[in-house]
């Protein structure tokens, strides 16, 4: 890159994404924790 900061908006989830092959960013390790939590929660 010529300017080297330029956010280009691959945040660390986005990248382990790619690299994983996924299409959801809330598959990822930094996600599915709480998105366990979550998904046992009683509404």
Same mark, same amino acid.
């Given at each position: 890159?010529?300017? $080297?900061? @330029?956010?280009? *908006? =691959? =945040?660390?989830?986005?990248? #382990? &994404? #790619?690299?994983? *092959?996924?299409?959801? @960013?809330?598959? &990822? #390790?930094?996600?599915?924790? $709480?998105?366990?939590? @979550?998904? =046992?929660?009683?509404?």
């Amino acid at each position: 890159m010529q300017n $080297p900061n @330029i956010d280009y *908006g =691959g =945040g660390l989830e986005r990248v #382990a &994404t #790619a690299l994983n *092959g996924d299409k959801d @960013i809330y598959n &990822t #390790a930094f996600f599915l924790n $709480p998105k366990k939590k @979550i998904d =046992g929660v009683k509404w």
